[in-house]
């Protein structure tokens, strides 16, 4: 199982260019689109969904060029907007039957099947019969995951599933993802670095249009190991510095006292202290450097 990105470029018709030869290699795990707001990851992710066509470039699924084989590829692809809008009155038991019926499943048997599948993938079993309607914003999320589970797809793409939850749906809502990125291939967009580091084998940091890096979270946190300092001191106070150092983040710590997360070779002062290297500096970093 492999997808192929290769050189994907768009540019809407206002001029806006929105990818930029973005190239990707996904094989089945978790991957993580990290990027700001406005970096181009719906756009790509859209374009991957074959609802918007590039304006070059070629995207592989096992060798096979999407865009040519558009029925075949969605027939295997599952793909969960961010705004997945539609909450009907029905019971989540109904709307997945129908939407079983739809995707040409028409054995009641299998039917029953695959649903109870899908609901214990994504722990709805207990609420299968509430209304959709009366979801919380995390039971919709996983609603979403339950119905484009149905036709057994083998790409899965997630447009920032987790904008808007709240720490505990969050976490049910990764869960339900990483057990479905063990058999899948599954694209998960955010702007949330910490969703990136509990979840994914793999990233790629996408800004204004633009593959960054293509890194295993892991291989970027080593990457950085010794280079990371803090210091609680204020920034005019930073004098005589024996290296130069790259500003990554400010954040208050226990003591409500600001510190100053920073990049350097070496200890540039004895007031920066090390300190364990989080994904966020390399995040951070890597967007710095693109300045
Ligand atoms: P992200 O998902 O990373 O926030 P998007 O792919 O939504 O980024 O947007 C990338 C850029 O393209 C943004 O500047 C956005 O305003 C612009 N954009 C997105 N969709 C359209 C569209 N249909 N027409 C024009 N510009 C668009």
New binding site residues.
Partial sequence: MNLSIQQISKT???G?K?LDQISIDLKPGMFGLL??????????MRTIATLQLPDHGQIYWNGKDIFQHKIDFRKVLGYLPQDFGVYPKESALQLLDYFAILKGINNKNERKKIIRYVLNMTNLEEVKHKKVSTFSGGMRQRFGIAQLLLNNPKVIIV??PTAGLDPAERSRFLNVLRNIGKEHIVIF?THLVEDVRELCQDMAI?NK?RVIRQIPPKTAIESLKGNIWQSEKEKEQWNDLSCPVIELSHHFNDANQLTTRIFAERQPANHFIATPVKLEDYYFLTLNQMK
Wanted: no cysteine; charged share 15%; net charge negative.
């Fill in positions: 809407y018709p206002n806006l929105a990027g700001p707001n406005g970096a181009g990851k719906s756009s790509l447009d920032e967009s996408i249009g």
